[in-house]
């Protein structure tokens, strides 16, 4: 049966092999000192270039929108030229590549960024990070109260976006991704929670989504509309207490402003850690605010991923965990193979590390019968 997910599409001026996109993973790998990008990262990502797109792990734009130990960077010439190792070896593998553009805003602290994290307004973020412990080993550490930023830092953190959309596109990528989602800088401005400001960057929605719309307009001004993407996460709770009484409101009205600037697309994050299950009348009215691509990610199974293109809900659909564990995800869906289960021990190598958990997950070889894994994630 021919499947609309495994159609080539045309996103922007990229062709792509198919509408499934690797979603953004953490796996902090960088060369130390400076939070490079490595071999064994071009390695992962390559090994993954089924995907007919590849979004990279958040990747922080400054040294204060660092929140997690060992990501790499985007914002000294070391960090362009480990990327372009990356993106060379995609390339040639035949995927596409956009570097998700990562400010945590509150959530981190100064022992991983430097410097006294920043965000909307000086309000602690009640979730944990990855960070350095008094020991110097690596674990999930508070965060620290944020100081409020002044309207020179959102004019700062603006260029800091466009530069590093610059640094993105001379390190071979083929868009950035705006990341808007999970609590981190630009969503602590849009949710009431932590948005406390009297400015024209706080109190109403227009005002909330203020710095989200300049960022997006000015880093497709720098690098045109057609290589920049945003992710949004309206129904996820990750790094607040309670769900925003008027994020859907505020989301619609962004998909609505974001309809003519022509980005390459929006993409939802929905699933994962604490969250509301998205209402079916969420995605018809999204669709409706916004006619352009739209990215789907979280806990999508082959069918499930089939069934929102088929509705029109979505025109690409990313998986994460499934390429933890599944390098060769596009041709194990395509056979019918099983998947390797994305168990206990993937979950102890997500973070820091060498290649164990990383690259070393097989792609499936069907003359071997017994295989470790579940194929609960096949449709
Ligand atoms: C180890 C790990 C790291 C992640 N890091 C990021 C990240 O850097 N940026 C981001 O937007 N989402 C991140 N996510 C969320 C994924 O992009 C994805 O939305 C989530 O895993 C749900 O999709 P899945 O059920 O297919 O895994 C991460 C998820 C995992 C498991």
């Known amino acids: 049966m021919t499947r609309k997910i495994f159609s080539p599409y045309e996103l922007g001026k990229l062709k792509l092999a198919n509408r499934i996109a690797m979603a953004p993973m953490t796996r902090s790998r960088t060369s130390q000192p400076g939070d490079v990008p490595n071999e064994i990262m071009a390695t992962y990502y390559s ?5 007919g797109l590849i979004v990279s792990e958040g990747t922080p734009i400054s040294a204060v929108g660092r929140g997690y130990s060992l990501t790499p960077g985007i914002y000294t010439p070391e960090h362009i030229a480990g990327w372009r190792k990356t993106t060379d070896a995609v390339h040639q593998a035949g995927s596409a590549m956009f570097v998700q553009l990562w400010h945590v805003g509150r959530r981190s602290h ?28 690596y674990d999930m550490i508070e965060t ?4 409020a930023m002044t309207l020179e830092d959102i004019q700062n953190t603006i260029a800091d976006y466009v530069q590093a959309a610059h640094n993105a596109i001379e390190a071979g990528f083929d868009g950035v991704e705006i990341h808007a989602a999970h609590g981190y800088l630009l969503e602590s401005f849009l949710r009431l929670a932590s948005n406390q400001r009297d400015d024209d960057y706080g109190g109403s929605q227009e005002n909330r989504m203020r710095f989200l719309l300049e960022v997006l307009s ?6 045109g509309a057609h290589r920049v993407a945003v992710r949004l996460s309206p129904f996820v709770i990750e790094g607040f207490a309670d769900p925003d009484p008027e994020i859907v409101e505020i989301t619609l009205k962004i998909l609505e402003k974001l309809s003519p600037m022509g980005l390459a697309y929006v993409h ?15 995605r018809i009215a999204a669709r409706a605010a916004y006619p352009n691509p739209i990215m789907v990610a979280g806990k999508l199974t082959l069918e499930g991923a089939e069934d929102l293109l088929e509705k029109g809900y979505a025109d690409m659909v990313a998986f994460g965990t499934p390429y933890v564990t599944n390098p060769d995800l596009v041709q194990r869906f395509k056979n019918g193979w099983p998947l390797t289960d994305f168990d206990a021990d993937a979950r102890l190598t997500l973070y820091g590390g060498g290649s164990e958990g990383y690259t070393d997950y097989a792609p499936y070889d069907p003359s071997v019968s017994e295989r470790s894994g579940a194929p609960e994630l096949v449709g």
């Open 218 to 223: 000015a880093v497709s001004d720098a690098i």
């Open 110 to 137: 100064s022992v991983i960024s430097g410097e006294t994290p920043v965000s909307a307004s000086a309000l602690k973020d009640p979730d944990k990070v990855f960070g350095p412990r008094p020991d110097g080993e």
């Open 144 to 147: 620290e109260t944020p100081r």
């Open 47 to 51: 090994q993954r270039a089924n995907a």
């Open 268 to 282: 939802f994050s929905e699933h994962i850690s604490r969250f509301e299950t998205v209402p079916e009348s969420f």
